[in-house]
């Protein structure tokens, strides 16, 4: 039973109450007036790091956090300066950039796309961080990049590896430098190719989450075209981590390659069980029985050990590659922290240098102009060779390692070894591919924000 | 004054000043200073307060009054947010219709699946609901996400392309969710002297709206309705062998509750467009749970305290890293300070879950009643009315001292 009762002061004093509670939100409708979101105007500019601190890929977000740090150092003219001296453009001279201090701030991905998109606001919003950095997933990745867009900053993306990061869900402020599944098939095919011959029977496994299809769809139309017959795709889920029972009957689908389309933990398992089945000694169509992992990482193979002996795999880079710009980013990080960069340490360390020089090349933080002095860049001394940031999809081409699996490796960083180094012609495309969203997906407009 | 006693319209007021003033409130330092670190007034932390003790609230309505442990409720959390983004991309980018549907929606799903987890209570009630929000994330990550039939968008969350046909949808209007044009987005700075404050639009629609529902569950709190369900906690079996059927009253709760977790969800929607299927996770649906153990289970406002503490922990901890604490630390001589440094470490950046399970352990130890309890307890040692008390009354004030068993 309720009480009733109702007075004449008492609804004055609520329609008051209930008034000034709807016009609060309609007297801040003014934004500030600066020309672009978070315009550097101290001594300093924040870059903003979001890397999965906790989580299934904490191990390679730690290695990306190295890397940054070591390149903010580089660009405020402290170390040995890395790949400075090597890069191909000269606008950056270890006085920050134009002039200001480089600061940063960090935040944990979780490699979830809500908690990196609050980490990722929060930067902005909080610190006023003016680029955004890091990610070793490529859901979070595609999430960070729209929410930088609405934000008007710049996202140099870290690890991500769909292709839909630079296809379907490409957008004007967000730039990959990693490589993508569709690279990683057309220079795994030939190399598989000279290896297993053209008659082979391959089954895939699968992570049932957006990366592992565009694996999965990339992998099995570049072998299909070389002459291979795909038996069977089966779909894990991701939170597996047994897989004996998608592998036990692999034996008898006639299959004689096993293509596991997995990254981090999902792969340690799934290819370990592999090898403990007893796949790999295993005789069938008259044919040695082979594993393929599309997409390596150094921790991935640390976790799975000695099983990778053998096994083929594609990567973005590696720090046996011999040029300069590689062996000084392994030398300023090696004396640092003691131990060679990882691949995604690499792309992230590339990224914020790439994004320093853009800024200095412009002669301004305004995200346009940086997107602009981005466009069609052409560089080379970060490590990878020479390289071109392709105007109409912010994707970059430059070559693929194709990677085998030591077989007597020396230490716990010598795990893989360079099989060869597929040359970028190979692995191009054209942009509106329909792998990468087709001719619907464009960039959209530039974001300057505020 | 609105229907409410004077201690619940004074609680009332409080939380309306609170969360009126938050953006003055949680900027207590002044920018550029070593302590900015913690100021949390900027609009997205700001949100996530309010729209999480949305979100706690409706769930100390059931598990508060009926002492039913769901614990799935994340489920209509995300099934609300998804609802919203559908809206944003086909209708229009306006919040209200979008706020609508994902209550609606939760409602329904929490009508479904009430009906069915309700048969059982306890630990079989708790199961049943985890069973079925582990499924809707499933669902959601990679089941409904296929290229062929594509609902979630998986992993990569849901959300709004340029090419979305939002039917609804006027160039004049912001290209972002907004009230009636007003872009949730579109934040005033007042600038003082160091300080400054921000008073986003997005922030007050949710403040507004979190208000409103802090004083609908006072309602129901007072109501026959909550007597009956706080009956249903103290001994159901004897309510049911008094001839009544406490059933329809649980899964009344149920969908209370539900609701008030799709609003939630929608609103985060509004917030921020994107829904992601990790909101569904049973982790998100634990957090839930400690926040309202956490602030106080029962009570009014715990569990807004509760959403409001670990959310601080989650975005402000997880972001000091050691060059942060190396100037915290730096008027140290060199060798000390990099001791505290290591001392410090393992509970931030990386480590704020630990911090956070530290706090939890001994605020469940110390303080079962959760903050709210030690708030009380506080709130009695000042007490004018005890310290001055004599003979009896004085008795009855050290009995108020000591907890309860």
């Known amino acids: 039973m309720s009480k009733n009762d109702l007075t004449r002061r008492g609804v004055l004093k609520t329609g008051a109450v209930a008034g000034a509670g709807l016009a609060v939100p309609t007297i801040f409708t003014a934004g500030s007036a600066r020309a672009f979101t978070n315009e550097p105007t101290g001594s300093n500019v924040v870059l903003g790091f979001n890397v999965p601190q906790t989580g299934p890929y904490a191990d390679e977000g730690m290695d990306e956090l190295r890397a940054q740090e070591l390149a903010v150092q580089h660009l405020n003219g402290e170390g040995d300066g890395g790949c400075l001296a090597t890069f191909s453009s000269k606008a950056l001279d270890g006085t920050g950039i134009l002039g200001k201090k480089v600061t940063f701030v960090t935040g944990d991905t979780q490699t979830k796309s809500d908690a990196a998109r609050a980490a990722a606001k929060s930067m902005i919003e909080k610190d006023g961080a003016i680029m955004i950095n890091g990610g070793s997933s490529s859901g979070v990745a595609v999430a960070v990049q729209g929410l930088c867009q609405e934000a008007g900053i710049i996202f140099m993306a870290g690890l991500t590896h769909s292709n839909d990061t630079t296809g379907k869900d490409r957008k004007k402020n967000g730039f990959r430098h990693f490589f993508n599944a569709y690279m990683s098939a057309a220079a795994l095919a030939p190399v598989l190719e000279k290896a297993y011959g053209t008659d082979r029977r391959a089954y895939h496994l699968t992570a049932d989450y957006t990366w592992g299809w565009t694996q999965q769809e990339s992998i099995a139309a570049s072998t299909e075209a070389m002459g291979w017959e795909t038996v069977e795709n089966v779909l894990t889920p991701l939170a597996a981590t047994d897989f004996s029972s998608y592998i036990a009957p692999v034996l008898n689908s006639g299959a004689d390659v096993l293509v596991l389309n997995h990254y981090g933990g999902n792969m340690v398992n799934s290819l370990t069980q592999a090898v403990q089945f007893g796949l790999r000694d295993k005789q069938v169509n008259g044919k040695n029985f082979e594993i393929v992992v599309p997409l390596y990482s150094e921790l991935m193979a640390a976790g799975a050990g000695a099983n990778v002996a053998g096994v083929y795999g594609s990567m973005n880079y590696n720090w046996q590659l011999d040029n300069e710009g590689s062996k000084a980013f392994v030398k300023s990080f090696g004396e640092k922290y003691g131990r060679p960069p990882s691949n995604s340490a690499q792309t992230c360390y590339a990224q914020v240098l790439l994004y320093a020089d853009a800024v200095a090349r412009a002669g301004s933080f305004d995200p346009c102009a940086v997107a602009e002095a981005l466009e069609g860049f052409q560089f080379d001394g970060l490590g990878n060779g020479p390289t071109l940031y392709r105007a109409e999809d912010h994707q970059c081409f430059k070559d693929v390692l194709v990677m085998k699996g030591k077989e007597a490796p020396a230490n716990e960083f010598d795990l893989l070894e360079i099989v060869d180094v597929t040359p970028v012609a190979q692995v191009e495309y054209p942009a509106d591919h329909p792998m990468f969203g087709g001719a619907e997906a464009t960039l959209g407009e530039c974001n300057p924000g505020a | ?405």
């Not at chain 2, 949808?169 to 600038?191: E, I, K, Q």
């Not at chain 2, 001994?362 to 310290?387: A, H, K, S, T």
Request: hydrophobic share 50%.
């Open chain 2, 1 to 405: 004054m609105l229907g409410l006693n004077k201690h619940d319209a004074m609680l009332f007021v409080i939380v309306l000043i609170l969360t009126l003033l938050a953006p003055f409130l949680l900027n207590p330092f002044p920018q550029g200073s070593s302590l900015a670190q913690f100021n949390a007034g900027y609009p997205d932390l700001m949100q996530r307060f309010v729209i999480y003790g949305i979100f706690a609230i409706g769930f100390n309505i059931l598990f508060g009054l009926t002492g039913y442990l769901s614990f799935g409720h994340a489920a209509f959390l995300g099934m609300g947010s998804y609802a919203a983004v559908w809206i944003f991309k086909l209708l229009t980018y306006n919040v209200v219709p979008a706020i609508l549907l994902s209550v609606i929606v939760a409602g329904l799903f929490a009508l479904v699946i009430g009906y069915i987890s309700l048969r059982r209570s306890g630990i079989y009630f708790s199961i049943l609901t985890l069973a079925f929000a582990q499924m809707s994330f499933a669902l959601a990550y990679s089941v409904l996400s296929n290229p062929k039939f594509n609902l979630t968008n998986g992993e990569t969350g849901l959300q709004v392309y340029s090419n979305d046909p939002q039917w609804l949808h006027r160039a004049s209007l912001p290209d972002m969710p907004h009230l009636f044009g007003l872009s949730v987005r579109s934040t005033y700075t007042l600038r003082m002297n160091g300080w400054t404050f921000d008073f986003n639009s997005g922030y007050y629609i949710c403040a507004a709206i979190m208000i409103l529902m802090f004083y609908l569950s006072i309602r129901i709190f007072r109501s026959p309705f909550g007597m009956m369900l706080r009956a249903i906690k103290s001994n159901q079996q004897r309510l049911n062998y008094t001839g009544l059927n406490s059933r329809p009253y649980t899964l009344a709760a149920f969908v209370i509750s539900g609701m008030y977790a799709g609003l939630a969800g929608g609103l985060l929607a509004a917030m921020d467009p994107l829904a992601g299927a990790e909101r569904m996770q049973w982790t998100a649906s634990g957090e839930v749970v400690l926040m309202t153990i956490l602030g106080g289970a029962g009570t009014l406002i715990g569990p807004v305290l509760g959403a409001g503490f670990i959310k601080y922990f989650e975005n402000i901890f997880s972001k000091i890293n050691d060059n942060v604490l190396h100037q915290w630390f730096a008027f140290l001589p060199d060798g000390m300070e990099d001791l505290m440094v290591t001392i410090v470490h393992p509970f931030i950046g990386k480590g704020w879950n630990l911090t956070l399970g530290l706090l939890f352990m001994i605020v469940v130890i110390f303080l079962p009643g959760g903050l709210v309890e030690g708030g009380q307890r506080v709130g009695r040692v000042f007490r004018r009315r005890d310290r001055k008390a004599s003979g009896a009354e004085a008795e009855a004030a050290r009995q108020r001292r000591t907890p309860a068993e």
